[in-house]
């Protein structure tokens, strides 16, 4: 027998590299190097003196991957975990013959694709809205550690993004909706009952909507949901022309519920974004358009002249 943590045998030549990776099958040791030069090989490593006995070549995993996969083994063969092209997981199984060496007419290598049972949601902080829910016991607990809050869809539904603003907060998930929580009044829904709500609820937005972005500012009362189409739904409480309407009267402003921003038709929209104040918006052909506060840079369309000759990806 052996004892946990006992060291019986020792080779300080054995690898000058901080990292690299051992498995043990088929009666044999193997390691692997961290490095781009041998990440296509597996080095057969004498139990007794520790010294390198032979050198395998695998060529299942694409060099071309690098180190996006992981390693493991069972009794009888080595395999791979790594993503497919459609950044799906799969494990490979690496074949070897008899003699421990890579064959290449060995069967065609096993794949298994792997689906996740569940992926872990952690909150860090609290939301404004959540000091109306919270004691000061919890908000202690939160503030040294995290928030134990979830947001909770239905089990065929994964999230795909959330977003916090001042009184409400937004998840965006798999099958193409937006669910919310915190106050449904401050996105111009009937309210029961004065105190925000940590449920889920789907945000009915149109019958026709895939969403695949959403946008909330700091401490915001608007979002910016875009769809698949490149048409974007405006919800919340616009005061400084923020859904692109400069037009309306803002000393009482009003929350609604998700509106199609008829402003800008015509444009098909990649990526959104907003502040406290002022929605930005970037086109399919690299235009910045921005409405509210601030777009003292703006044409009267809302396009940012002074990137008129540029081609923008993003905006933040």
């Known amino acids: 027998g052996s004892f946990k943590g006992h060291i019986y045998a020792q080779n300080d030549e054995f690898t000058k590299e901080r990292a690299g990776w051992l ?3 088929g009666g044999n040791l193997y390691f692997r190097r961290n490095v781009k030069r041998s990440a296509d090989h597996l080095h057969l490593v004498n139990k007794e003196t520790l010294t390198i006995k032979g ?3 695998v060529n299942l995993v694409p060099i071309r991957e690098g180190f996006n996969y992981v390693l493991f083994t069972d009794e009888d063969s080595i395999n791979a975990i790594c993503t497919n092209r459609d950044d799906t997981l799969v494990v490979k199984k690496l074949n070897f013959n008899n003699s ?3 064959g290449s007419d060995s069967a065609p290598p096993f794949e298994l694709p792997l689906k996740l049972a569940r ?5 860090l902080g609290y939301a404004a809205f959540e000091d109306e829910v919270l004691n000061q016991n919890q908000i202690q607990k939160i503030q040294s550690s995290y928030n134990i809050f979830e947001p909770k869809l239905p089990s065929d539904v994964e999230i795909q993004g959330i977003v916090c603003g001042k009184e409400f907060g937004l998840v965006r998930a798999s099958n193409g909706k937006v669910y919310y929580y915190g106050k449904s009044a401050s996105l111009g829904l009937k309210s029961i009952g004065r105190t925000p709500t940590m449920k889920m609820t789907e945000l009915i937005i149109s019958k026709v909507s895939n969403i695949v972005h959403i946008a909330v500012g700091h401490d915001g009362i608007h979002a910016l949901l875009v769809n698949d189409d490149g048409t974007v739904y405006f919800t919340g409480t616009a ?3 923020e859904d692109g309407d400069s037009s309306k009267n803002r000393r009482q402003p009003k929350a609604v519920k998700p509106k199609k921003m008829s402003k800008i038709d015509g444009h098909v929209v990649i990526h959104a974004a907003c502040n406290n104040g002022t929605s930005a918006f970037v086109t399919k052909t690299g235009k910045l358009i921005m409405f509210g506060k601030d777009t003292a840079h703006c044409d009267a369309s809302g396009c940012v002249s002074d990137f008129i ?5 993003k905006v933040a």
């Open 23 to 25: 498995g043990n099958f």
């Open 55 to 57: 050198i395998n070549s």
């Open 100 to 102: 421990n060496t890579y």
């Open 119 to 123: 992926k872990k949601f952690r909150t």
């Open 239 to 241: 005061r400084r022309g």
């Open 309 to 313: 000759d540029q081609h923008i990806t």
